[in-house]
């Protein structure tokens, strides 16, 4: 028993202990296995709850993600498109400054004189209306002049005397030789007047023509004359009268030694008159001639109180007008000329030069005449200018050559070019002048006249 006991009590061995033990480490071993399975199992259970976990919460940053690059890539495109419209319409602006450049380069050909009427020299190939401005010219008003009553006697006096120099030129191949003088004929003679026997001034003249009975010499003298015969001599007693210009000879007693040439014929006076006049002043007998006289000296009257007239209306015009703007320079050169070439005639003609004439006449230097004067003809035919296209009043070139023939064939030139060409005309000139006749004479028409 006590070996039972003892047996029992026998500590085991290790082989027994791992016997022992074995079902329990394998008991173990399998608890520990299933535990681990089982926990194994619930770690792969897990694990997909985690996966899944795991994985939504990236799915859910990517999606934010996505929408911040979408917002990103569309605000880029966005800003493409704005720089790309904004690139266009850069370019849109730029393409009218282009074109506007392109239009002022052709501009800049087109207008090559600056001024469109460069080169013009008439007033009539201008625009007019783009220098001249005329409102109111037809309220001018002008004075008329009165009529002069005593022209007549002042024309039948000078009839009488160019009569007398006519007859001076008459040859003594026309005297009448074979009867004495008589009251009314115009003779040709010598004549030497003295005081105490000497010549005084004066007094001498040969082949001198002298009317009788027109009161020309002193009292006696013509009619001392009368019932000589031509180619006598005879001598006058006479005396001056109180009332004598010449102190010397006033009141005073004197001699004239007198010898009658020859009676003068009026036909031989007439002939010397026809031969030399145009064919409107042809006359037949001294009536005729006193009348041409009388005719000529009203239409002269009448010729001033027209210029005096027609002057007042072109001062009045002329202040009346705005000029707009200069002239073209070749305008202005071209009246300067025309004035320069008018002042070395009148010059010439009197036997001076430029500047002494200019300042003898016009109190100026002949540059400021030039100036002053060309610069008032030109407004004055600008302004005229003006009118005509106003009123509708023309005057064409062959309208000017017309006019200017008539009046060459007034002064005896047949030939029409070869007068221009020796005369020097500008028809282009005269057509201005013929122009300006029209308009003066229709504004004759309308402005307003007060008697003097």
């Known amino acids: 028993m006590a070996n039972k006991k003892e047996e029992e009590k026998k500590p085991e061995s290790v082989e027994e202990k791992v016997e022992k033990k074995e079902p329990e480490k394998k008991e173990a071993e399998k608890k520990e296995s299933e535990k681990k399975e089982s926990e194994k199992k619930e770690a792969e259970d897990k694990e997909p709850e985690k996966e899944v976990s795991e994985s939504k919460e990236p799915k859910k940053v990517n999606i ?125 003679l010598d004549y030497s007047g003295k005081k105490d026997g000497v010549a005084f001034d004066g007094g001498t003249a040969q082949n001198q023509a002298l009317w009788i009975g027109s009161g020309t010499f002193i009292p006696g003298f013509e009619e001392g004359l009368i019932g000589v015969y031509p180619g006598e001599t005879v001598d006058l007693t006479l005396t001056f ?52 006289i009388k005719d000529y000296v ?36 071209k009246y300067k000329g025309e004035a320069e070439t008018n002042l070395t005639s009148e010059a010439v003609s009197y036997g001076y030069d430029n500047d002494s004439y200019a300042m003898a006449a016009y109190g100026m230097s002949a540059e400021d005449y030039i100036t002053t004067n060309s610069y008032n003809q030109l407004k004055m035919d600008a302004s005229l200018a003006y009118i005509a296209k106003k009123e509708g009043i023309e005057v064409t070139l062959e309208d000017a050559r017309e006019r200017l023939k008539a009046m060459l064939l007034e002064y005896g030139y047949d030939d029409y070019d070869s007068a221009v060409q020796e005369l020097g005309l500008d028809e282009e000139l005269y057509r201005v002048y013929f122009l300006e006749e029209d308009v003066i004479a229709y504004l004759k028409t309308v402005v307003k006249k007060v008697q003097q």
């Open 298 to 333: 009203n239409a002269m009257v009448q010729e001033q109180n027209d210029a005096e007239v027609s002057n007042s209306i072109i001062d009045e015009m002329i202040n009346r007008t705005e000029y707009k703007k200069e002239f073209p320079q070749s305008l202005i050169d």
């Open 64 to 188: 934010w993600l996505i929408i911040v690059c979408a917002v990103l890539v569309v605000a880029i495109i966005v800003l493409v498109v704005l720089l790309l419209l904004k690139n266009k319409k850069n370019d849109q602006v730029e393409e009218p400054v282009e074109t506007v450049e392109t239009v002022e380069t052709v501009e800049t050909v087109v207008e090559e004189p600056a001024d469109p009427d460069e080169g013009v020299t008439s007033v009539l190939a201008i625009k007019i209306e783009d220098y001249v401005q005329i409102d109111d010219y037809k309220e001018i008003e002008v004075t008329i002049p009165p009529v002069d009553d005593s022209m007549d006697a002042y024309a039948e006096q000078l009839a009488s005397d160019q009569y007398s120099q006519l007859a001076a030129s008459v040859t003594a191949d026309d005297f009448i030789m074979d009867r004495p003088v008589e009251n009314g004929d115009i003779i040709n």
């Open 241 to 292: 009268p109180e009332s004598y210009s010449n102190a010397d000879l006033a009141g005073q007693e004197t001699v004239f030694t007198c010898t009658v040439n020859g009676i003068i014929p009026e036909e031989a006076i007439i002939a010397a008159w026809n031969g030399n006049a145009h064919e409107g002043a042809q006359v037949e007998d001294y009536a005729g001639f006193v009348k041409f």
